[in-house]
């Protein structure tokens, strides 16, 4: 295999680097290792704190004044609902065999997932059920309880993206309902294909290491639908919709770059060399990300923004993310740059030559973000990064990895494109999606919820 020459040298180290992952004797069951399990607790609290104050913040920032608290009670709300959904059902439609495109049920109400407590084995750690003893590619050392919390993250974090879409006009009875169906329906199947050993894609050697399909993809392209379906904003190209408070959305944004750690590094589901490599190559993509929108607006708008700054920043960790536990930092350069330049050009000359009004780019950045890293993955991704027992050479990229890619990609946006649609339709024979002409320029806050900033 021909070595990329963007490895800068480590190349030659990383095999040894990854030796340092635990390793296991085929006749006895894997063992929890202290090291992993605090460094999976801290992963997921830091995914958790993307959402809840990050995303909150982030979107809050980048709407009218009058619907800034309706703005974050829609991060807050998601992460409850979706954790109630998670726990009765979502995880175990995930995670658990079933089949090729759906597990099964024998983790509804998390039955089962204390085992190996109640049985006085607490050492031991959990072995997926399909027979197959790691996840992504990892053997699990950490508890089943602490996997099922760091993946109820991503499954918070994911439909709170798509919110970006329909902000400041879809009502909040219609989000309850339709964000528990859209995760019942569309994330939990999406999220069994790509990361549970018995889905399809994982079985086909799709590479998504921490949610480009699962995650952005989804969202994006979920969130492209909302905004077609539900229309434009009352006074959308007339009225002035700058942002009220960008000083909240820099927090944001810098919540979610600091969050997104765990989101990448934590996916190596141990304290380990990939870990290492994967916090690196999000760090240097989402600068490099930064950097490509700041300088592709700056040379063709004649000022670089802040918005710009944060937008492009948020694009980086978005490509980097599937591509993060495969790829050197070189590379990561290249992904990172190419998400920034793209993802400029979507939120602002493709969304307004095809004329959808996606309030926050949450299409532009994740949807297209997505696509972007998703495929890179295949172009650059590093064999020894993805070895396992199973497969000592790994992964490496090129024109077969790349078609792999884009059928990932591909049926990702399909399907969630056409249940997404669905699901919009049955909320809205149910409830409505939208808030009224007259409630929209009141404005959310007083209207849905009764309170406002004054």
């Known amino acids: 295999m021909k070595r990329l020459p963007w490895g800068w040298g480590l190349g030659a180290a ?24 605090a460094w999976m607790l801290t992963s997921t609290a830091l995914v958790l704190l993307m959402t809840i104050p990050g995303l909150a913040l ?33 995880y175990s439609l995930a995670f658990t065999p079933g089949n090729a495109y759906i597990g099964d049920f024998s983790r509804v109400m998390l039955s089962g997932i204390a085992d190996h407590i109640v049985k006085g084995n607490d050492t ?54 339709f964000i528990t169906l859209w995760s019942i329906c569309v994330y939990a199947p999406i999220a069994h294909w790509v990361w549970a050993p018995s889905g399809w894609a994982f079985q086909l050697g799709v590479l998504d290491f921490a949610g480009g399909t699962v995650v952005h993809i989804n969202a994006g392209i979920a969130g492209l639908i909302c905004a077609l379906v539900l229309g434009k904003r ?11 408070n960008l000083s909240y959305a820099v927090i944001g944004a810098s ?27 999000t760090q240097i993509a989402t600068a490099a990300a930064t950097l490509g929108w700041l300088f ?42 190419a998400a920034g330049v793209i993802c400029f050009w979507a939120a602002t000359s493709l969304k307004h030559m095809l004329g959808y009004d996606d309030s926050l780019d949450a299409f532009g950045v994740h949807g297209i973000g997505g696509i972007v890293g998703a495929l890179l993955t295949g172009v650059f991704a590093f064999a020894p990064l993805s070895a396992t027992d199973a497969s000592p050479d790994g992964t490496a990229g090129g024109l077969d990895q790349l078609k792999l890619q884009a059928i990932g990609v591909c049926v990702t946006i399909v399907y969630t494109g056409v249940m997404t649609l669905i699901l919009l339709m049955i909320t809205k024979l149910v409830v409505g999606l939208r808030v009224n002409e007259e409630e929209e320029r009141e404005g959310l806050d007083i209207v849905l919820h009764g309170e406002q900033i004054f």
């Open 14 to 37: 990383l095999p040894a680097l990854l030796l340092a992952m635990p390793a296991f004797a085929e006749d006895g069951p894997p063992k929890l290792d202290s090291g992993d399990t």
């Open 124 to 177: 031991q750690a959990f072995v997926l059920e399909s027979g197959i003893k790691d996840v992504a590619g990892v053997t699990m050392t950490i508890p089943e309880t602490v996997y099922m919390m760091f993946q109820m993250t991503f499954a918070i974090i994911t439909p709170a993206l798509i919110a970006g879409a329909f902000a400041d006009r879809m009502k909040f009875s219609a989000l309850c309902i």
């Open 255 to 281: 919540l979610l770059w600091v969050g997104w750690f765990g989101f990448n590094a934590g996916s190596a589901v141990a304290a380990n060399g990939r870990a290492g490599m994967a916090m690196a190559v």
């Open 296 to 337: 592709a607006e700056w040379i063709t708008k004649g000022k670089p923004s802040v918005l710009g700054a944060i937008s492009g920043a948020v694009a980086g960790l978005v490509a980097i993310t599937p591509a993060s536990g495969y790829v050197l930092p070189g590379s990561a350069i290249i992904i990172g740059v």
């Open 58 to 90: 982030f979107y809050a920032g980048m709407v009218r004044k009058k619907n800034i608290l309706a703005t974050m009670m829609q991060s807050f709300a998601i992460c409850a609902i979706v954790t109630i959904v998670w726990c009765v059902i979502g």
């Open 234 to 244: 009352v006074g959308y190209g007339t009225d002035n919709m700058a942002p009220f």
